[in-house]
């Protein structure tokens, strides 16, 4: 198992030339050694200028980057001992599978014997020792991104970074791949920094996720955190399906997750702890284990319900029903649409009233 090492960025802002506003607005954050931490947010959301601010591909204009409390801020991106996975593999195309892997040793001037030992365990990691003379053509996608992982972390570097690696694949490859990069950061027990939009991805893989959001993280917790408790509207309609109503408090929203919404004929009562609403089915689909209702609420409001394939209820499209949902179920955000200053002040009446 290699060194775990931490990263520190603070008040971290960088600017484009011609921008109305920074890539990235003032961002700290601590990563502890051995995490898996996720940068999640939508396409311009700063993710990836901040990745490459660690990575050193871009400076910052105010801020520092720091690895075991050591600033790196000025350092070249090879001075600085990081691993670094593109959602394109760059492979070598002339090279083998076992070249392309010891190129980063070669360039390092390890001994050939050590270098042959690094490769072959490495090999053996990704599951590719059978693929070692193999050229990249002769390879599909899926093993050629885990030549990419394998030349990444040959030489152990102090951390590696992932921006978007898996974005080039099909699902059910993206799926697995997913479960090999979880099983290498457990065996490595290395820092892994990575960047992704797919919520489902970064649900699956992070120990926690630093949600993004024009160029400022809104929120960092562990994924059950973040679903459970997000403290925003993004959060709540950005990471999982969300049930999202006006609260009774004005400037606020009520959050419910689409697992915790039950429905009941209308003429069965509720218990004192339940919320109630009326709702008219939109539509059923078939999910696996689960039904996926689609619900039109009496004010007007879209949403859904998840139900189990064997409840015994039979639910049809047009059918009017009672959408019910326990009071510890519902989270209740500020409305984003606020004044900056009236949702400050309201996010902070709403963490005492939690």
């Known amino acids: 198992m290699m060194k775990k ?10 600017y484009y030339p011609g921008a109305t506003r920074p890539a990235i607005d003032d961002i700290s954050l601590d990563i502890a050694p051995g995490e898996f931490m996720t940068f999640l947010g939508p396409s311009g ?20 980057v720091e690895i075991d409390g050591k600033d790196i801020t000025n350092l070249k991106p090879h001075k600085r001992d990081l691993g670094v996975v593109f959602q394109q593999y760059a492979l070598f195309p002339h090279m083998t599978v076992l070249q392309n892997i010891a190129y980063p040793l070669r360039q390092r001037g390890i001994p050939k014997a050590e270098i042959e030992a690094k490769v072959r365990h490495v090999l053996d990691l990704v599951q590719l020792g059978d693929f070692a003379h193999r050229l990249p053509r002769q390879l599909s996608g899926g093993q050629q991104q885990r030549v990419a992982l ?104 009520i959050v419910v997750r689409p697992e915790h919404v039950h429905l009941k004929m209308p003429a069965n009562k509720c218990c004192e702890d339940e919320v109630s609403k009326a709702a008219r089915i939109t539509d059923v689909a078939f999910a696996g284990a689960h039904l996926k209702v689609g619900l039109a609420f ?18 049809q499209r047009g059918e009017e029903v009672l959408a019910v949902w326990n009071k510890a179920n519902q989270h209740i955000v500020a409305n984003e649409d606020l004044t900056a200053d009236s949702t400050d002040s309201l996010r902070n009446h709403l963490s005492e009233v939690r």
Do not use: C, W
């Open 5 to 14: 090492h931490s990263i520190k960025i603070s008040n971290a802002t960088r």
């Open 45 to 64: 959301s700063g993710k990836t200028t901040l990745l490459s601010i660690i990575a050193g591909f871009v400076t910052l204009n105010t801020g520092s």
């Open 150 to 253: 394998a030349r990444a972390v040959v030489y152990e570097p102090r951390a590696l970074l992932l921006d978007e690696p898996l974005g080039a694949l099909d699902k059910r490859l993206r799926d697995r791949l997913q479960l090999e990069i979880a099983r290498m950061h457990r065996e490595l027990g290395m820092t892994f920094v990575f960047v992704t939009h797919d919520q489902e991805e970064a649900l699956t893989l992070s120990d926690r996720i630093a949600v993004f959001n024009s160029g400022k993280i809104v929120q960092v917790g562990t994924p059950t955190e973040l679903y459970r408790n997000p403290n925003s509207l993004f959060v709540a309609k950005f990471l999982g399906e969300s049930n999202i109503m006006e609260g009774s408090s004005r400037g606020t929203n």
């Open 298 to 315: 009496s004010d007007g409001v879209t949403g859904s319900s998840l139900i189990t394939a064997g409840n015994p209820l039979h639910f």
